[in-house]
């Protein structure tokens, strides 16, 4: 009896697991990656002189599927910009050095190119916007870690 209960419970939750109603508050879009500083976080302002922090971590993809001939076409990486526009974090990030291997968790956006834009530019083009959320490095670079033992620093999340 209680197995027919289950199963009748489970399809109409399996039912009702993608919806057609509107989106709510509660949804999110987060991306996170694991990789490597390209280069130190860089200082930029907006338009309207606000200040943010942009930095590049670098991924490495896994390796395609072998190719007719058995062979192997090693593994590419992907660079993800990163913007930050929270003051506190910011003045963290400023710290931080290329070959830092660090954690990050983003929000993302979707940005669709503008109508009238030349498909050749950047604003003719879909763009992923990811806005930081968090930061914690995993490994400094080689001279850095030595530093940061000698000084005793714990590796903070921010």
Do not use: C, W
């Not at 209680?2 to 709510?24: G, K, W």
């Not at 930095?55 to 490495?60: F, H, I, L, R």
Request: hydrophobic share 30%.
């Amino acid at each position: 009896m209680f197995s027919a209960i289950r199963a009748q419970a489970t399809r109409s939750l399996s039912a009702r697991a993608f919806s057609s109603s509107p989106s709510r508050a509660s949804d999110l879009s987060k991306l996170t990656l694991i990789g490597y500083l390209v280069k130190d976080p860089e200082s930029r302002f907006t338009k309207n002189d606000k200040e943010f922090i942009a930095y590049t971590v670098a991924t490495k993809n896994s390796p395609p599927p072998p190719d007719a001939n058995g062979e192997r076409r090693p593994a590419t990486s992907t660079f993800h910009r990163v913007l930050s526009f929270n003051e506190f974090p910011n003045k963290y990030l400023r710290t931080l050095k290329k070959g830092s291997r660090v954690y990050v968790e983003t929000s993302f956006e979707l940005r669709e190119p503008e109508p009238e834009a030349d498909p050749s530019t950047p604003q003719g083009q879909r763009q992923i916007f990811l806005r930081h959320e968090s930061i914690r490095v995993l490994n400094y670079p080689k001279q850095e870690a030595e530093h940061a033992e000698q000084a005793g620093e714990e590796k903070p999340f921010i």
